[in-house]
């Protein structure tokens, strides 16, 4: 990985999307820095479209595209987008959503996982999701380590489950989507983008901090992370090309400074 502050500022000066995880890219401690909400206005202010792309449910999605500075918000791990359009809040799911049985059996699952993997929960925003379950090891007290999160990933797996872990959660689900499927569905279906094009993916920036951000890190020619995705670096395939000098909120801001740097006095291209 290379330093943000070692970009090509050609490539940079390319960018109109932001698309950036939220939790430990935005957040420090469970909320969103100061620094960060910052930036994220400065890129809104300069025409820059910014997307999160988050494991955060629903509920949670219906805020942040209502009051956020953001262009949509993808939710879920992928299982949907919300939007506002002509101030009417829009709502895109994956095709592969499971809508029929599967909020029961994935809730039997981890009935398992909490009686095998000692210090489990069900993480405090799970009344809040419609196609997941999340699983806390990390965001509130007691702590987990990353070898619990990863049993836990494998007993969902062992089930057919489809599971991620991030920096504070294990997340699973049925359905063949991630974040990169369903960013990559919004792009084409609402923004007429194939991300799959070389000139079209140099128009994003992906900010991320953890391994379910991995298809983003591994896809995006611009991919960036948080200084605090180092613990994570040994578990990836797939590592982001670039890395700030700082960590999470205060070095989603550095990225965004940088990128902003290059982008001044450049118009910016309609989707």
């Given amino acids: 990985m290379k330093r943000i502050d070692e970009a090509a500022p050609e490539s940079l000066s390319q960018v109109d999307f932001v698309l950036t995880d939220i939790d430990d890219t935005l957040t420090a401690d469970g909320r969103v820095s100061c620094s960060a909400y910052c930036a994220l206005w400065r890129l809104h202010d300069a025409g820059i479209r910014v997307i999160p792309v988050t494991g955060r449910p ?15 918000v993808v939710g879920e791990n992928g299982a949907l987008v919300f939007y506002l359009e002509e101030g009417k809040l829009k709502q895109l799911f994956h095709p592969s959503v499971d809508r029929g049985s599967s909020s029961e059996r994935l809730r039997e699952i981890a009935e398992a996982v909490y009686r095998q993997v000692p210090g489990t929960r069900p993480a405090k925003d799970q009344f809040s999701r419609l196609f997941d379950v999340a699983v806390d090891f990390r965001e509130e007290p007691p702590y987990l380590e990353l070898e619990e999160a990863d049993r836990i990933k494998r007993i969902f797996e062992s089930e057919g489950a489809t599971a991620r872990i991030s920096s504070i959660h294990v997340n699973a689900w049925f359905g063949e989507y991630d974040k990169l499927a369903m960013t990559r569905y919004y792009f084409h279906h609402r923004l007429n983008i194939d991300l799959n094009l070389s000139e079209q993916n140099r128009r994003v920036l992906f900010a991320g901090d953890s391994p ?37 909120g205060d070095g989603f801001a550095e990225i965004a400074d940088i990128l902003l740097r290059y982008r001044r006095g450049r118009e910016v291209r309609k989707a």
Avoid: Y
């Fill in 212 to 248: 379910n951000d991995e298809s983003m890190f591994g896809f995006f020619q611009t991919s960036c992370a948080v200084a605090n995705i180092r613990p994570f670096i040994p578990a990836l395939n797939s590592t982001p090309a670039f890395v700030a000098s700082k960590s999470h």
């Fill in 58 to 72: 629903a509920g949670w999605c219906d805020l942040i595209a209502r009051q956020w500075p953001v262009d949509a």
